[in-house]
């Protein structure tokens, strides 16, 4: 299989379940509408948007929460998910369209795209705290969005919170998020991932 994938991007999300999940998956780094070894990405994904997840058979997902679950599912044994027809599989899909649409799409997507509106951009960044309120309280007390292990909703939500922090949100201001955060940071597979996506983010703006 092939990860395409975006270096800090909420492909990101992805790297994090390749890694932790022990596929061997390929992750191609993608920069603009090329991939990493000079192929038309449009090929791959028609929306042109990351991730994609190219399966050993040609077929492609394109969206985060079907590729994040579907390499879930490649190793039940990892915990990345719940077990079909169990209540908290639902959840889990519950929390990671809400990541997706709620906060991805409607909050970061606009601050950072240079396509939206002024006006639009300064709503978007007006409800950041908010979002990062409601989650906070989504969150509570506990380690981890789903259950009581580590899931890819985890490493959807890690994803964010570090967008958040680039765009110096203070996630003091609730401290359960921020020791989620910080916790998560230091996982095996979260460090791996973001090393080598930070490496590549260097290599390009040599």
């Known amino acids: 299989m092939e990860l395409f994938a975006s270096p800090m991007a909420c492909s990101l999300a992805s790297h994090i379940a390749v890694i932790e999940a022990g596929l061997p998956v390929k992750v191609r780094f ?4 090329k991939t990493d070894d000079g192929g038309d990405y ?26 994040l679950q579907y390499l ?7 915990g990345l ?4 027809g169990s209540a908290e599989r639902y959840q889990l899909m ?6 997706g649409t709620e906060v991805h799409k409607r909050v970061f997507y606009n601050i950072f795209s240079t396509a939206v509106p002024a006006e639009a951009k300064e709503a978007a960044k007006a409800e950041l705290d908010p979002t990062l309120a409601a989650i906070a309280r989504r969150l509570s007390d506990r380690e981890t969005l789903v259950g009581d292990r580590f899931t890819v909703a985890d490493a959807y939500l890690l ?7 680039f765009l110096k949100a203070d996630l003091a201001k609730w401290p359960a998020l921020q020791a989620y ?11 791996r991932a973001m090393g080598v996506e930070m490496e590549e983010r260097k290599r390009r703006a040599a």
């Open 42 to 67: 449009l090929a791959v994904s028609p929306y042109g948007y990351v991730p994609a997840l190219r399966l050993d058979d040609g077929a492609i997902l394109n969206e985060g929460a079907s590729v």
């Open 94 to 99: 519950d929390v990671l369209h809400y990541l």
């Open 159 to 165: 994803t964010l919170l570090n967008w958040a922090v």
């Open 30 to 33: 993608v920069n603009g509408r």
């Open 72 to 78: 879930a599912d490649r190793n039940p044994e990892s």
């Open 81 to 84: 998910a719940p077990a079909w």
């Open 181 to 191: 955060h910080q916790r998560h940071l230091k996982r095996p597979s979260v460090a």
